[in-house]
T-cell receptor, first 113, second 118 residues
């Protein structure tokens, strides 16, 4: 079946450090890929997405590139802030079939001063 | 409000009791999803609705779990004879339907209902 694997957290970084959260996927078809973020005390919200190979999704300084050859969608940010502390979820949905969004287990990020 | 609303936000119940969790999706959103988030676990898919019908209920853990949606809007998730392993945050999300009858994958989540079974 379809699945998403994320690096385990928690990840603790100093402010202005570079962030990478790894995400790889297994899909029976051709997926669209997503990163969702859950800030403390809030509901999940979409951070960015990419719908085809080599697309780059970006938002709020975060980026992720859809790599079909490595089945990956790693999340990156050049300089994290304390306000980026949250749980990040990688997810996929199959394009053209199935309407279920499959999530990874989430990676907690803590940014310290 | 403009967002997905869930109630109750917090529910503590005794083992063996029934509970109902409610979700009010964003107006006009055709698709509605229920997920479960347990401590240390990811998001576990339970069921999704397209309008009032549920094309995929494959994630419901047992026949103690059921869900319905009425009027293409409000949904209720019911857990009968609750067990301690049912303790989790139950998340509801809604989504508009893209042209061509496909879901874009852009879900709008509520803040969840935290269920604790003693």
């Amino acid at each position: 079946g379809d699945s998403v694997t994320q690096m385990e957290g928690p990840v603790t970084l100093s402010e202005e450090a570079f962030l990478t959260i790894n995400c790889t996927y297994t899909a029976t078809g051709y997926p669209s890929l997503f990163w969702y973020v859950q800030y403390p005390g809030e509901g999940l919200q979409l951070l960015l997405k990419a719908t085809k190979a080599d697309d780059k999704g970006s938002n709020k300084g975060f980026e992720a590139t859809y790599r079909k050859e490595t089945t990956s969608f790693h999340l990156e940010k050049g300089s994290v802030q304390v306000s980026d502390s949250a749980v990040y979820f990688c997810a996929l949905i199959l394009t053209g079939g199935g309407n279920k969004l499959t999530f990874g287990t989430g990676t907690q990020l803590k940014v310290e001063l | 409000g403009a967002g997905v609303s869930q109630s109750p936000s917090n529910k503590v119940t005794e083992k063996g009791k029934d509970v109902e969790l409610r979700c009010d999706p964003i107006s006009g959103h055709t698709a509605l999803y229920w997920y479960r988030q347990s401590l240390g676990q990811g998001l576990e898919f339970l069921i999704y609705f397209q309008g009032n019908s549920a094309p995929d209920k494959s994630g419901l853990p047992s026949d103690r779990f059921s869900a319905e949606r009425t009027g293409g809007s409000v949904s209720t998730l019911t857990i009968q004879r609750t067990q301690q392993e049912d303790s989790a945050v139950y998340l509801c999300a809604s989504s508009p339907w893209a042209s061509g009858g496909r879901n874009t994958g852009e879900l709008f989540f509520g803040e969840g209902s935290r269920l604790t079974v003693l």
